[in-house]
């Protein structure tokens, strides 16, 4: 399948008119999701649904244009292109535009993709939904209910070819359950959520996902606030987690440029304790996001943003590398 769409996505590139010097890129992707909520030992809802459609860029005469068509079909392949070439015409000229050029970076050798998820039954992805929920009850007498269980799965296929030679094509699957518990003692009541992911359902720790929520749901029961004094903070890790996707956002290539970055101009030097250093690294094949390639079909990369708390750079995509001196790092 992913063969078929990186033929798609070649077809395309293959009408650049090098000659004027336009460059076009065509991003193809398609993806098959299923989605299941219980409630009180009960389907909710269940819904399954298969998307697919092409995305093209073109640049002309510094100028860019986008346009995308949600189906695969020829001719609306065609349109999609014609309208992206229309739409260059009306944007603003600008130097740095440009596609990106093979970088010689090898992708890396990535398991994401399990066939077989597509012959799981329905049956069986709801069965999930209801045994995540009755497990959530079960973890914790003073679980009183279960405000949501959830089961959801995609599998996704995507391809990109560019006039100016990149050619990449990826597949993985991606599965989850998750609980969101409500615990109480008298007339408190705290809540918490539990998850697992996975790359198949029989990858999927239910019991890990409902004591993530019996736990989170019971550990705040009876808890009151301390006066205020000056503490040593010690973070749940999905908070840390949190903190940290903030942080980020302001490690971006993009925000430096716009000025949303306290981190502009402090490469090289201190930026937090001596002890902290922070990765970006989509070719973990354990991190949910992984990728062999980014969006723009450049092998993705392991990047050490923060070293030994020295910042040592920031996430570029192509445009923000060649505005900023640098070169495309995007992993995502």
């Known amino acids: 399948m992913a063969d078929e769409l990186l033929t798609i996505a070649e077809r395309v590139a293959a009408q650049a008119a090098t000659s004027a010097g336009e460059q076009v890129e065509a991003y193809v992707a398609r993806a098959r999701d299923t989605d299941v909520k219980v409630f ?36 609306a392949v065609a ?35 399990r066939a ?40 996704v296929e995507a391809a990109v070819a560019s006039s100016t030679g990149v050619r990449a094509q990826v597949r993985r699957t991606v599965c989850s359950v998750y609980a ?19 790359r198949h359902p029989d990858e999927l720790g239910v019991p890990k996902a409902a004591g993530m929520a019996a736990e989170r749901a019971t550990q705040m029961l009876g ?15 999905l908070a840390t987690a949190q903190f940290l ?51 723009e079909g450049l092998a993705t990369r392991r990047n050490v943003l923060v070293e030994g708390g020295v910042l040592l750079g920031f996430l570029h995509n192509t445009y923000s590398g060649r505005r900023s001196g640098s070169v495309s790092t995007l992993t995502r």
């Open 116 to 155: 077989d998820l597509a012959k799981v039954a329905a049956d069986d992805k709801v069965a999930l939904a209801l045994e995540v929920e009755r497990a959530t009850r079960a973890a914790d007498s003073r679980i009183r209910g279960v405000e949501t269980a959830e089961y959801g799965d995609a599998a």
């Open 40 to 75: 009180d030992g009960e389907v909710e809802s269940l819904s399954s649904a298969e998307t697919e459609g092409v995305g093209v860029r073109v640049v002309q005469g510094n100028r860019q244009g986008f346009a995308y068509a949600g189906s695969l079909e020829p001719e």
């Open 223 to 237: 808890a009151t606030q301390p006066g205020s004094r000056k503490v040593t903070v010690v973070l749940d890790p």
């Open 180 to 198: 969101y518990a409500l615990a109480g003692e008298g007339s408190e009541t705290q809540t918490g959520y539990g998850y697992s992911v996975g």
């Open 245 to 295: 996707g903030v942080l980020s956002a302001a490690l971006s290539g993009e925000a430096v440029l716009k000025g949303r970055s306290m981190f502009a101009e402090r490469v090289g030097e201190d930026v937090a304790a001596s002890r902290f250093t922070l990765t970006d690294d989509p070719t973990n094949p354990d991190a949910f996001g992984a990728s062999p390639f980014d969006a």
């Open 79 to 113: 349109d999609a292109l014609t309208e992206a070439r229309d739409n260059a015409g009306f944007g603003s000229e600008d130097e740095y535009l440009g596609l990106p050029e093979p970088d010689g970076v090898s992708p890396a050798q990535l398991d994401l993709y």
